[in-house]
Nanobody
Framework: QVQLVESGGGLVQAGGSLRLSCAAS????????MGWYRQSPGKQRELVAV???????NYADSVKGRFLVSRDNAKNTVYLQMNGLLPEDSASYYC???????????????WGQGTLVTVSS
Protein backbone atom coordinates (compact mmCIF):
# COMPACT_ATOMS: atom_id res chain seq x y z
CA GLN A 1 0.00 0.00 0.00
CA VAL A 2 1.19 3.52 -0.80
CA GLN A 3 0.19 6.67 1.04
CA LEU A 4 0.91 10.35 0.50
CA VAL A 5 1.38 12.38 3.68
CA GLU A 6 1.47 16.17 3.51
CA SER A 7 2.82 18.64 6.03
CA GLY A 8 3.67 22.31 6.30
CA GLY A 9 0.38 24.15 6.03
CA GLY A 10 -0.68 26.87 8.42
CA LEU A 11 -1.56 30.53 8.89
CA VAL A 12 0.64 33.23 7.42
CA GLN A 13 0.33 36.92 6.69
CA ALA A 14 0.16 38.20 3.14
CA GLY A 15 3.63 38.44 1.67
CA GLY A 16 4.91 35.62 3.81
CA SER A 17 6.20 32.18 2.91
CA LEU A 18 5.36 28.57 3.61
CA ARG A 19 6.91 25.28 2.52
CA LEU A 20 4.75 22.24 1.96
CA SER A 21 6.11 18.70 1.91
CA CYS A 22 4.55 15.48 0.69
CA ALA A 23 6.17 12.11 1.30
CA ALA A 24 5.07 8.90 -0.36
CA SER A 25 5.38 5.89 1.91
CA UNK A 26 5.64 2.25 0.94
CA UNK A 27 7.95 0.00 -1.06
CA UNK A 28 8.18 2.37 -4.02
CA UNK A 29 10.15 1.70 -7.16
CA UNK A 30 9.31 4.89 -9.04
CA UNK A 31 6.89 7.78 -9.22
CA UNK A 32 6.12 9.51 -12.51
CA UNK A 33 4.63 12.95 -11.88
CA MET A 34 4.13 14.44 -8.43
CA GLY A 35 2.51 17.74 -7.72
CA TRP A 36 0.21 20.01 -5.86
CA TYR A 37 -3.39 21.01 -6.35
CA ARG A 38 -5.57 23.29 -4.26
CA GLN A 39 -9.23 23.74 -3.55
CA SER A 40 -11.09 26.60 -1.92
CA PRO A 41 -14.66 26.35 -0.59
CA GLY A 42 -17.13 26.45 -3.46
CA LYS A 43 -14.45 26.12 -6.11
CA GLN A 44 -13.10 23.25 -8.17
CA ARG A 45 -9.76 21.69 -7.40
CA GLU A 46 -7.08 23.33 -9.52
CA LEU A 47 -3.52 22.55 -10.47
CA VAL A 48 -0.85 24.56 -8.68
CA ALA A 49 2.40 22.92 -9.81
CA VAL A 50 3.59 19.51 -10.99
CA UNK A 51 7.02 18.04 -11.57
CA UNK A 52 8.12 14.87 -13.31
CA UNK A 53 10.86 12.49 -12.26
CA UNK A 54 13.33 14.32 -14.49
CA UNK A 55 12.69 17.63 -12.78
CA UNK A 56 10.59 19.36 -15.44
CA UNK A 57 7.88 21.45 -13.83
CA ASN A 58 4.67 23.21 -14.83
CA TYR A 59 2.91 25.92 -12.89
CA ALA A 60 -0.45 27.61 -12.83
CA ASP A 61 -0.16 31.13 -14.20
CA SER A 62 -1.36 32.52 -10.88
CA VAL A 63 1.66 31.18 -8.99
CA LYS A 64 4.46 31.56 -11.55
CA GLY A 65 7.35 33.51 -10.10
CA ARG A 66 6.13 33.02 -6.54
CA PHE A 67 5.98 29.26 -6.01
CA LEU A 68 8.69 26.67 -6.63
CA VAL A 69 8.05 22.94 -6.85
CA SER A 70 10.86 20.45 -6.31
CA ARG A 71 11.28 16.79 -5.50
CA ASP A 72 13.72 14.37 -3.96
CA ASN A 73 13.36 11.10 -5.85
CA ALA A 74 15.45 9.19 -3.33
CA LYS A 75 13.02 10.20 -0.58
CA ASN A 76 9.88 10.00 -2.78
CA THR A 77 9.06 13.49 -1.59
CA VAL A 78 7.76 16.58 -3.34
CA TYR A 79 7.98 20.10 -1.97
CA LEU A 80 6.20 23.36 -2.66
CA GLN A 81 7.98 26.55 -1.62
CA MET A 82 5.40 29.33 -1.56
CA ASN A 83 6.65 32.91 -1.44
CA GLY A 84 4.81 36.18 -1.70
CA LEU A 85 1.61 34.57 -0.50
CA LEU A 86 -1.66 36.33 -1.22
CA PRO A 87 -5.04 35.95 0.48
CA GLU A 88 -6.34 34.30 -2.70
CA ASP A 89 -3.78 31.52 -2.19
CA SER A 90 -5.77 30.38 0.85
CA ALA A 91 -7.00 26.84 0.20
CA SER A 92 -6.56 23.23 1.08
CA TYR A 93 -3.50 21.98 -0.76
CA TYR A 94 -3.43 18.39 -1.95
CA CYS A 95 -0.47 16.32 -3.03
CA UNK A 96 -0.87 14.05 -6.05
CA UNK A 97 1.16 11.26 -7.60
CA UNK A 98 -0.07 10.15 -11.00
CA UNK A 99 1.64 6.76 -11.29
CA UNK A 100 3.43 4.97 -8.47
CA UNK A 101 5.20 1.70 -9.17
CA UNK A 102 6.04 -0.76 -6.43
CA UNK A 103 7.57 -4.19 -6.88
CA UNK A 104 4.14 -5.72 -7.45
CA UNK A 105 1.55 -3.06 -8.17
CA UNK A 106 1.13 0.20 -10.03
CA UNK A 107 -1.05 2.76 -8.27
CA UNK A 108 -2.70 5.50 -10.29
CA UNK A 109 -3.80 8.99 -9.28
CA UNK A 110 -3.03 8.93 -5.57
CA TRP A 111 -3.99 11.85 -3.34
CA GLY A 112 -2.90 13.04 0.06
CA GLN A 113 -5.32 14.09 2.77
CA GLY A 114 -4.74 17.80 2.23
CA THR A 115 -3.16 20.55 4.27
CA LEU A 116 -4.78 23.90 4.94
CA VAL A 117 -3.06 27.14 4.00
CA THR A 118 -4.59 30.38 5.24
CA VAL A 119 -3.19 33.74 4.20
CA SER A 120 -4.40 36.75 6.16
CA SER A 121 -4.52 40.21 4.65
Amino acid sequence: QVQLVESGGGLVQAGGSLRLSCAASGSIFSINVMGWYRQSPGKQRELVAVINSGGSANYADSVKGRFLVSRDNAKNTVYLQMNGLLPEDSASYYCNADRVRTGIHTFLDLWGQGTLVTVSS
